[in-house]
Nanobody, 118 residues
Framework: QLQASGGGLVQPGGSLRLSCTTS????????IGWFRQAPGKEREEVSC???????TYADSVKGRSTISKDSVKATVYLQMNNLKPEDTAVYYC??????????????WGQGTLVTVSS
């Protein structure tokens, strides 16, 4: 199971840390992706961390976001800085169907809304 949290209203230039709390599987063997879906747009993958800790980022968030995981807490984090209005979206975390980020998403958590507005 997956549960995302940490969304909210933030001003442009601000920061948020999203959390994805997991249970029932090992983060050492499962890649976790963060995805987002803005109104009227398709869902896109913004970041992923593999079982081995290799990270990937979409160009839209690269340099502004950091994905990490705490295996003891079974939680994956997405730290987002210098947020822009175009980052407004519902953010989801999902397991990948394997250890690598190249795999397809398999199980989804509920989303958490991030709104960037002044």
């Amino acid at each position: 199971q997956l549960q995302a949290s940490g969304g909210g209203l933030v001003q442009p230039g601000g920061s948020l840390r999203l959390s994805c709390t997991t249970s029932g599987f090992s983060l050492a063997w499962t890649a976790i992706g963060w995805f987002r879906q803005a109104p009227g747009k398709e869902r896109e993958e913004v970041s992923c961390i593999s079982g081995g800790g290799v990270t990937t980022y979409a160009d839209s968030v690269k340099g502004r976001s950091t994905i990490s995981k705490d295996s003891v807490k079974a939680t994956v984090y997405l730290q987002m800085n210098n947020l822009k209005p175009e980052d407004t979206a519902v953010y989801y975390c999902a397991t990948k169907s394997g250890t690598n980020c190249s795999r397809s998403p398999r199980s989804w958590g509920q989303g958490t809304l991030v709104t960037v507005s002044s």
